[in-house]
């Protein structure tokens, strides 16, 4: 019975061990990504919402021409209500 009981500690113990690995190399690998003064390959461009002043992917903002001059906004909504506003 001390030989069954002394494995199934054992085998704990393992268990253990290689989680506590995988979240030290989880952990590891997602400090490395993020280090100061490099550059993600997929960066975008963000531009503010002149109504709201959030920021937007550049992508994914509603554009709209105005005055000549292109206006990015986080939605028509907020669109709608700056130029409620201008006028």
Known sequence: MNIVKLLAIVALIYVVYKISKMFRQRKLRDV???QAGEVPVDREDLVQDPYCKTYVPKSQAYVREISGEKQYFCG????????SEKR
């Open 32 to 34: 490395n990504a993020y």
């Open 76 to 83: 028509q909504e907020c669109c709608d209500k700056y130029l």
